[in-house]
T-cell receptor, first 109, second 113 residues
Framework: RKEVEQDPGPFNVPEGATVAFNCTYS??????FFWYRQDCRKEPKLLMS???SGNEDGRFTAQLNRASQYISLLIRDSKLSDSATYLC??????????FGKGTTLSVSS | DAGITQSPRHKVTETGTPVTLRCHQT?????MYWYRQDPGHGLRLIHY???????DKGEVSDGYSVSRSKTEDFLLTLESATSSQTSVYFC????????????FGPGTRLTVL
């Protein structure tokens, strides 16, 4: 089983849609979880950290399910500008971060 | 945006030549990282540094060396570039350690012919 797995997509949605991405991780000792966003030919940028209690930032909501070892990202009211690749990131037992390969989102008008 | 720059931003070189990529930060963060990103792979850690002159290997360190003589600079060297090292290289920094949020530079696109 790969350490961090994401559905590569692409997810094609219209503006205003709600879309959710899941990410599973294999190391039950993982402690830190993040979602990054990467635009085409650009660097990854931190979107949000994921906390055990879940957290929300505007239209974005992140959830952590430790029992099932997955994290999720929900985007409400999608905008054209949300089109990007979303990277799931998990730490490996206190050592280096492990990056998923990313899920591609395309929002169309 | 975090103050991270990378140079050069683009480079084309030939197999067998040495190449050095530079990462410069103005944030005074202790940790610095070099990643490579290739199609079909996530970001993969090459080397990282946890202080001046303190470095360690990452997942894909073969063929690469690093140096950090100042807090703000982290150099990645390909002693003898190979075509398999054609990639996009990202530098990242973090303040608190390996398991904490990282901030990335704009990347260097390297092509080895």
């Amino acid at each position: 089983r790969k350490e961090v797995e994401q559905d590569p997509g692409p997810f094609n949605v219209p503006e205003g849609a709600t879309v959710a991405f899941n990410c599973t991780y294999s190391n039950s000792a993982s402690q830190s979880f993040f979602w990054y966003r990467q635009d085409c030919r650009k660097e990854p940028k931190l979107l949000m950290s994921v906390y055990s209690s879940g957290n929300e930032d505007g239209r974005f909501t992140a959830q952590l399910n430790r029992a099932s070892q997955y994290i999720s990202l929900l985007i409400r009211d999608s905008k054209l500008s949300d089109s990007a690749t979303y990277l799931c990131v998990v730490n490996q037992a206190g050592t280096a971060l492990i990056f998923g390969k990313g899920t591609t989102l395309s929002v169309s008008s | 945006d975090a103050g991270i720059t990378q140079s050069p931003r683009h480079k084309v070189t030939e197999t067998g030549t040495p190449v050095t990529l530079r990462c410069h930060q103005t944030e005074n963060h202790r940790y610095m990282y070099w990643y490579r990103q290739d199609p079909g792979h996530g970001l993969r850690l090459i080397h990282y540094s946890y202080g001046v002159k303190d470095t360690d290997k990452g997942e894909v360190s073969d063929g690469y060396s690093v140096s950090r003589s100042k807090t703000e600079d982290f150099l990645l060297t390909l002693e003898s570039a190979t075509s398999s090292q054609t990639s996009v290289y990202f530098c990242a920094i973090s303040e608190l350690g390996l398991a904490n949020e990282q901030f990335f530079g704009p990347g260097t696109r390297l092509t080895v012919l």
